[in-house]
């Protein structure tokens, strides 16, 4: 733009614009940010939950596991596994549901289902 005199620059208003414009693209930048942040968050809690199901039901599988912990630490946090068990149609096998949550009552992050030993043994 010409300005008095014939030099050549931006006015104050255009500046103000342009860093207006700015601005709106870094919000939308850190918005953009912050919700991959949580979505990082969110799937390094589920693996984790993951982790611990996986090692409850091995632990159900060992011979003379004796009564397990509800509360589970790793990682640094506290996690909640209930354990559900019913029969199955072979009676050598026990269905096992293990549920993991990161704090008691609230719901699961992860729920992992298998088989375990039942104890009992048919000639």
């Known amino acids: 733009m010409t300005g008095r005199g ?3 620059g931006f006015s104050l208003i255009e500046a103000l614009v342009a860093l207006v414009v700015l601005a ?5 930048l850190v918005g ?3 919700t991959h942040i949580d979505s990082i968050r969110g799937l ?17 599988g060992l011979p003379d596991n004796g009564a397990l912990p509800a509360e589970v630490d790793l ?7 209930a354990v559900a068990r019913k029969a199955s149609d072979d009676p050598d096998l026990e269905a096992v549901t293990v ?7 609230e719901r699961p992050l ?7 030993d039942a104890g ?3 000639p």
């Open 6 to 8: 014939g030099e050549a």
């Open 24 to 28: 709106i693209a870094a919000a939308g």
């Open 32 to 34: 953009a940010a912050e």
């Open 44 to 60: 390094e809690l589920r693996t984790a939950a993951q982790f611990v199901a996986e090692n409850r039901l091995v632990e159900l």
């Open 75 to 81: 990682l640094g946090r506290t996690w909640h596994v």
């Open 99 to 105: 549920a993991v949550s990161a704090a008691t009552g």
């Open 110 to 116: 992860v729920t992992l289902a298998g088989f375990v």
């Open 120 to 122: 009992s043994t048919t």
